[in-house]
């Protein structure tokens, strides 16, 4: 009966299994779960993703600041104009204290007074002569002095008003190399931003005073129409197989 077992298909000895040949069940389950190559796993695509750019800078930043007001320099040297008074104003009573300590009979000969207080006409009307002529020099200096002040202080405050005109003419004459910055609807503005720029920087030429307003022009040109450029680019491109669908379960 012994051919029975092999119709039924069964054994007499269970099949003997290689225990070296085994693997345990959680290492082929950690097996399965772990790729071989983990950067190709979709779950972590999205992690490893090259970050962000940061945001290039404005090229107006270097602007910005010209269209601010300054504060007023305490210690900045006030420069006076043709509108303030070119004379300091008078007090009249200093001019008064001034004047009376003023002695106009101190050059008269004590021999001349001592005659006129003898009752010496001639030596009297003398005394009276002298002290009138030092009182008519007295003014004469004075009013010599004043005008010379004046004049002065006229000259140098019409100097430098002048100074200023020229240079404000030179800059506002400057030509440009851009025709769009000619046209009757931009050349105001052009003449604006030189004279704000002539303000903040004092110390710049009618030639650099111009370079930087033309700059300021092209590059604000340049970032009003970068946002369409980019969009317009980003829209050119061709667009890659989107692989979002495949993350969802």
Same mark, same amino acid.
């Given at each position: 009966? @012994?051919?029975?077992?092999?119709i039924?298909?069964? @054994? ?33 695509? =999205? ?5 962000? *750019?940061?945001? $290039?800078?404005? $090229? ?19 420069? $006076? ?6 004379? %300091? ?7 008064n ?15 001349v ?17 002298? #002290?009138?002529q ?7 200096? &004075?009013?010599h ?5 004046? %004049? ?5 405050? =019409?100097?430098? @008003? =002048?100074? @200023? ?7 506002? *004459? ?15 503005? &052009? ?5 704000? &720029?002539? %303000? ?14 033309? *700059? ?6 340049? #970032?009003? #129409? ?14 890659? *197989?989107?692989?979002?669908?495949? &993350?969802?379960?």
């Amino acid at each position: 009966m @012994s051919f029975l077992p092999n119709i039924f298909g069964r @054994s007499s000895a269970a099949p003997q299994s290689n225990p070296a040949q085994q693997v345990p069940a959680v290492q082929q389950a950690s097996a399965q779960q772990t790729p071989a190559n983990p950067s190709a796993d979709p779950t972590t695509m =999205v992690a490893n993703a090259a970050p962000a *750019t940061s945001t $290039p800078p404005n $090229p107006l930043d270097s602007f910005a600041d010209m269209f601010k007001p300054k504060a007023p320099d305490p210690n900045a040297k006030q420069v $006076p104009t043709l509108a303030d008074p070119i004379l %300091s104003p008078l007090d009249p009573t200093e001019f008064n204290t001034q004047v009376s300590q003023a002695n106009f009979a101190s050059k008269i000969p004590p021999a001349v007074i001592q005659k006129a207080l003898g009752g010496d006409a001639e030596a009297f009307q003398q005394a009276l002569n002298q #002290v009138a002529q030092e009182t008519f020099a007295a003014a004469a200096q &004075l009013s010599h002095g004043l005008v010379e002040y004046g %004049s002065r202080t006229a000259a140098d405050r =019409v100097n430098n @008003s =002048v100074d @200023s005109r020229i240079k404000n003419f030179q800059i506002r *004459t400057q030509n440009t190399s851009h025709q769009a910055l000619t046209h009757p609807a931009v050349a105001p503005m &052009l003449n604006a931003v030189k004279m704000q &720029l002539a %303000s903040s920087n004092p110390n710049l030429t009618p030639q650099q005073i111009q370079e930087q307003a033309e *700059t300021y022009f092209t590059q604000m040109a340049e #970032v009003l #129409v970068a946002p369409k450029r980019q969009a317009a680019e980003q829209a050119a491109k061709p667009k890659g *197989t989107d692989f979002s669908h495949l &993350l969802n379960p």
